[in-house]
Nanobody, 123 residues
Framework: QVQLVESGGGLVQAGGSLRLSCTASGLTFSSYAMGWFRQAPGKEREFVVAISWTGGSTLVADSVKGRFTISRDNAKNTVYLQMNSLKPEDTAVYYC????????????????WGQGTQVTVSS
């Protein structure tokens, strides 16, 4: 049974930083592309960042480019989302996802999802 567990969310002031972690179990982690998505109240889930199974390729949404960075440690079955220069509009529940296909921004291409972690950025 695949399980993805996010951690690291919380309340931060605008301009601050947070690092989210997502630890996976029940799958061959190093064979999966990993992505982070977010969903704000009343809005659809949107793509944030993704990383290939080797870590050699990444995709980044324009809204977070230059501020957010994704990385992974295959030895620890963990993917990270470093978020800097946070803005109030980054407030959302952040989800990690695992996909057995190539790196993609499309949420339906991901096979497994975590429960999400709340990030709140105050102005």
């Amino acid at each position: 049974q695949v399980q993805l567990v996010e951690s690291g969310g919380g309340l931060v002031q605008a301009g601050g930083s947070l690092r989210l972690s997502c630890t996976a179990s029940g799958l061959t982690f190093s064979s999966y592309a990993m992505g982070w998505f977010r969903q704000a109240p009343g809005k659809e889930r949107e793509f944030v960042v993704a990383i290939s199974w080797t870590g050699g390729s990444t995709l980044v949404a324009d809204s977070v480019k230059g501020r957010f960075t994704i990385s992974r440690d295959n030895a620890k079955n963990t993917v990270y989302l470093q978020m800097n220069s946070l803005k109030p509009e980054d407030t959302a529940v952040y989800y990690c996802a695992a996909g057995s296909v190539t790196i993609t921004t499309t949420p339906t291409k991901y096979d497994s999802w975590g429960q999400g972690t709340q990030v709140t950025v105050s102005s």
